[in-house]
């Protein structure tokens, strides 16, 4: 009995010993790394939780997460953390699931736990998407006591991390062999490791740490690279489209015209959000749909077109109804839209250009793509391309060119029926009826070339990461399998009667090839694209007009007007001189009709891009700007959208580029679809 009272007095003074030691530790971390910002501590227990509680100083302001607490007091201190009013806050491993916590980038885990997967789940509570900095780990281990006697424990995970390191030299230097820690140690589990160290010697251990195959690393960090070269793949497309995209201006100008149709009127303010009651209409096509986006709470709605902030969105804290793709009432109108505007897209229409760039024919065409199997479409396009009025009277066919455009141009365009009485119809409707075959059945040699490129490339991208997944499926299963049936050959060899086991699991790993073939086969055909015949929607003449809204009252005036715009041109090329003088690239936009004229690239950041939209004029003038120009200056969030005017265009041209035009202009509507920025508003800048 004495004996066994002097082991538990030594225990309980080595463990006092330790953690003393490591709260020194990590008191001394505190004062030293943390300053203002905020930290996370993880720990294993929640008496350990206790513990630290109590003894780290009051002048930082703390908060707890622990298994005892429900979801609703968890969510209050996440709350608080998010708003800064904790600085510090200790966890267990209650926390380290389905929270997150991007606003602090300092973790420490005061004690390590002993499955792996643990470790990296608490690290991903901080290092994750929208984290804007660089995050810092600390792992409190305690080597050896004060005396210099080894700490089984310590002992162990330090032999652990010194393998990951030597892993890391050999995979080529890469940090990202901790992405895996969980994944390779299936085969050597930590607590076994710690028994194992009670009886072992440090250098019997390493041995063993030694026996974990660094293949098998590479491996499934290649499987993973492929993963992460689709993730790339994304991002570069986000980038690209990312000034195409169902921005809020354009949501909120396409729900107010379908209130205004519905008999009802909204003011859209800046940000929101702002209050309104869903029209009977609208309402009785959202119980409509309510099988596919569901229903409202009712017709008084809360509601924003601008993304919540990102903080609220993480932390589940949404008051009102954020208007975008999906949701019932943005889907209900384009139902209705689509209802109403049927027989008028199938009629066709005229349409007024206060920018008088455009004369001629629109033809709105869609292509639909399905997967090899033809039964799942993968995408759709509606593509619009416009032929000048030029072209039209030519009368020859070889003449004839088809200029692709942006979709949005149609906010810059102004529907105008009465027009048909001052526009000569006939040359347009002969060349229509002429030439309606060639433009859809030409489509599919010359159009759109580039999206369909990187729709292959996405839908290869996705087949090869199947492929690669299926290949270490086949892998895993052959293993599996030939370790299953040399045990059973043990037993059989041992005197039992196994025959029939073994022949199941020899035709369960023969038949592996064919289920993988067949596999196979299937991701092949679901990965291809196959196109359909694209379908002609609608046809609209374009008519110029001038900046105050009036039209051309004759063909030969339209095609003066549209010959105006040659001072851009010259506007362009100035800018385009500019941007070669700053040592970025360029490329023209300007015929897509996007919302802006150029977009300019760093070359030594591809990230860092200009948005241009230029403006030319013989002399210093006022400044008209389309409404799609306008909306897209207003959408941007990234500090992307310039406008560059350039006076004495024809002569000696002076770029004046201003950032930001939406933040520093109040322009004046002339029509619905042009604005106006005066001079003395502009003049500043010069």
Not at 171 to 199: A, M, P, Y
Not at 410 to 417: A, N
Not at 460 to 473: D, F, G, S, T, W
Not at 476 to 493: G, M, P, Q, V
Request: with cysteine.
């Amino acid at each position: 009995i004495n004996t066994l009272k002097r082991l538990i007095l030594s225990a309980a003074e080595a463990e006092t010993e330790q953690c003393e030691s490591k709260l020194y530790k990590l008191l001394e971390l505190i004062e030293e790394q943390l300053g203002s910002q905020q930290l996370i501590i993880f720990t294993e227990y929640k008496d350990t939780l206790d513990y630290l509680l109590e003894r780290i100083p009051d002048n930082f302001s703390k908060g707890i997460i622990h298994g005892g607490m429900n979801l609703n007091e968890r969510k209050i201190i996440q709350e608080k953390f998010w708003k800064s009013d904790i600085q510090i806050l200790l966890c267990t491993d209650a926390a380290s699931e389905g929270i997150n916590l991007q606003c602090c980038w300092n973790l420490i885990n005061y004690d390590i736990p002993w499955n792996p997967n643990r470790l990296e789940q608490r690290m991903g509570r901080i290092h994750r998407y929208l984290q804007d900095h660089e995050c810092t780990f600390f792992n409190l281990v305690a080597i050896e006591t004060s005396d210099g006697q080894p700490i089984a424990e310590g002992q162990v995970v330090e032999l652990i991390f010194k393998k990951l390191d030597i892993m890391r030299e050999e995979l080529g230097g890469t940090d990202r062999v901790f992405d895996v820690i969980g994944n390779f140690f299936e085969e050597c589990k930590f607590e076994e490791l710690l028994i194992q160290s009670l009886n072992k010697e440090p250098i019997d251990l390493a041995t063993e740490l030694d026996n974990v195959d660094s293949q098998k690393i590479k491996d499934f960090l290649d499987l993973k690279s492929n993963m992460d070269a689709g993730l790339d793949f994304f991002i570069r497309q986000r980038q690209i489209s990312e000034d195409s995209r169902l921005w809020p201006r354009y949501i909120s100008e396409y729900v107010r015209l379908g209130f205004w149709d519905a008999g009802s009127q909204i003011q859209v303010s800046d940000m929101g959000p702002f209050k309104i009651q869903v029209p009977t209409k609208i309402h009785a096509q959202i119980k409509n749909n309510a099988k596919n986006f569901g229903l409202i709470s009712n017709r008084n709605l809360e509601i924003t077109f601008y993304k919540p902030i990102e903080k609220q969105l993480l932390l589940n804290v949404q008051q009102y109804d954020y208007i975008t793709a999906g949701h019932p009432l943005l889907e209900a109108v384009i139902d209705i839209s689509i209802k109403n505007g049927h027989e008028d897209i199938q009629k066709g229409t005229i349409f007024l250009d206060p920018s008088h760039g455009l004369h001629g024919l629109l033809w709105f065409i869609e292509i639909i793509f399905n997967d090899g199997t033809g039964t799942k479409e993968v995408a759709r396009q509606v593509v619009v391309l416009f032929t000048s009025y030029k072209h039209i009277i030519s009368g020859s066919n070889e003449k004839i060119k088809f200029q692709v455009l942006s979709p949005q141009i149609l906010w810059d365009l102004r529907q105008d029926y009465s027009a048909s009485s001052r526009v000569q119809m006939k040359p347009y409707l002969d060349f229509f009826t002429h030439y309606k075959e060639l433009v859809v059945e030409g489509i599919g040699s010359s159009l759109r070339k580039n999206d369909e490129l990187e729709l292959k490339q996405w839908r290869q991208k996705a087949k090869k990461i199947k492929m690669n997944a299926l290949e270490h499926r086949e892998i895993r299963e052959r293993s599996r399998l030939e370790a299953e049936i040399s045990s059973l050959l043990d037993k059989e060899a041992e005197g039992e009667d196994v025959e029939h086991k073994i022949l199941e699991k020899e035709s369960q790993r023969d038949n592996i090839q064919e289920e993988i073939e067949e596999l196979k086969t299937q991701i092949e055909r679901e990965c291809s694209i196959i196109r359909q015949s694209p379908r002609l929607i609608s046809v609209a003449i374009i008519v110029p007009a001038y900046d105050d809204g009036k039209p051309a009252e004759s063909i030969e005036e339209a095609t003066q007007l549209a010959d105006k715009h040659a001072i851009d041109m010259a506007a362009m090329k100035a800018v385009f001189e500019f941007e070669k003088q700053r040592g970025w690239e360029t490329s023209d936009k300007s015929l897509i009709k996007c919302g802006y004229d150029i977009e300019s690239v760093n070359p030594n950041n591809p990230t860092e891009i200009r948005h241009i939209e230029v403006k030319g004029h013989a002399g210093e003038t006022d400044v008209f700007i389309s409404k799609n120009e306008w909306m897209k200056a207003q959408n941007d969030v990234s500090g992307r959208y310039w406008l560059y005017i350039v006076n004495k265009a024809f002569d000696e041209a002076k770029v004046v580029p201003i950032s930001d035009p939406a933040s520093k202009f109040q322009p004046e509507k002339i029509i619905t679809e042009r604005f106006k920025i005066p001079l003395k508003q502009i003049k500043e800048y010069y």
